[in-house]
């Protein structure tokens, strides 16, 4: 028995620009490949059917019909702060006849440059967040996320995250069954994930303003200590209020939100490295109430520190 000979498979494009990471160039080709294999093997009615284009090929697919344009991930290069304008124009074209535009990690970039994403929410790789927060400041940026799904336009934050957004691009297209059946087959997690789980808190140091430099590397110092705003403010020699403004202007948080993200970086790699209990770890990062340690934990990282031991220690 053979699928239905109406069944239309869902067109996808997966450019693979200069610099895009050949493995997830390939690897959306597996996936989708596999994917509609599933599709014939239990006859659902719907499929996929992907196209990899190049830059060189892109005029002869204007007015194609595809459905999905995915945007990969790059390793290295300049091409994703400088993307090609003809890539650009054929994103926003494709976005007009209806495409939903799909990005992972510096491919976000890219997506971003087509001007479509105005307050509009994205993601992309978190040690890329500063860069991309300051090229494309209309754009409500979240690299808490791994996955931000915003209908017509879908982001995805890390390297690896390319399979999270070919899982749910299948999930929308086709089924949730059919993901969860794909992710057994390639054995991957389809639970749901967060980026945050993954980020390491490391702070700009190169912003030319001396006076926070130093209040930077003192906090760095001393933050299982007591800080205090007024400290701080003297060791920079500036006003409390001065402080306070370029302090938030150049690192992007409140002093107290600052130390807090030291303390839990500390942590995190405690946990990650150590055997100390969590209430020994709390003591040791500057927090007396272990119960007030474990929220702010919850709060910054997604996980609880007992989770994200057993997620990543060894």
């Not at 993601?123 to 494309?136: N, P, V, Y």
């Amino acid at each position: 028995m053979t699928r239905q000979a109406t069944v239309t498979p869902v067109r996808i494009a997966v450019i693979d620009y200069p610099e895009a990471m050949p493995s997830s160039v390939l690897g959306f080709c597996d996936l989708f490949g596999l994917a509609e294999r599933l599709c014939r093997q239990h006859h659902y009615p719907y499929g996929f059917e992907l196209q990899r284009l190049s830059l060189q090929q892109l005029p002869a697919f204007e007015a194609s019909g595809f459905q999905v344009v995915l945007v990969p991930p790059c390793l290295e290069g300049e091409f994703y702060r400088q993307p090609d304008p003809q890539l650009l124009r054929w994103l926003r074209r494709q976005h007009r006849q209806g495409a939903t535009l799909a990005c992972a990690c510096a491919g976000s970039f890219i997506v971003a440059a087509t001007g479509l994403l105005a307050r509009r929410p994205m993601t992309t790789h978190w040690q890329l967040a500063s860069e991309f927060a300051d090229r494309f400041e209309d754009v409500v940026l979240n690299v808490d996320k791994i996955l931000i799904d915003d209908g017509d336009v879908i982001s995805a934050g890390g390297l690896m995250a390319w399979l999270d957004l070919g899982l749910a691009l299948v999930a929308r297209f086709g089924s949730e069954a059919l993901m969860r059946q794909l992710g057994k087959v390639l054995l991957v997690d389809t639970g749901a994930r967060e980026q945050r789980y993954y980020q390491r808190f490391s702070p700009r140091l190169d912003h030319g303003d001396a006076a926070i430099v130093r209040v930077q590397h003192h906090m760095q110092a001393q933050y299982a200590q007591g800080i205090s705003v007024v400290e701080l403010a003297r060791l920079s020699s500036l006003t409390e209020r001065t402080f306070l403004r370029r302090f938030v202007k150049h690192t992007g948080l409140k002093p107290l939100h600052y130390l807090q993200r030291l303390r839990i970086q500390q942590a995190c790699d405690l946990l990650e490295s150590t055997t100390e209990s969590v209430e020994q770890i709390a003591a040791r990062v500057g927090y007396e109430d272990a119960g007030a340690f474990r929220k702010v934990f919850i709060r910054l990282m997604g996980l609880a520190p007992r989770e994200f031991r057993l997620r990543f220690q060894r």
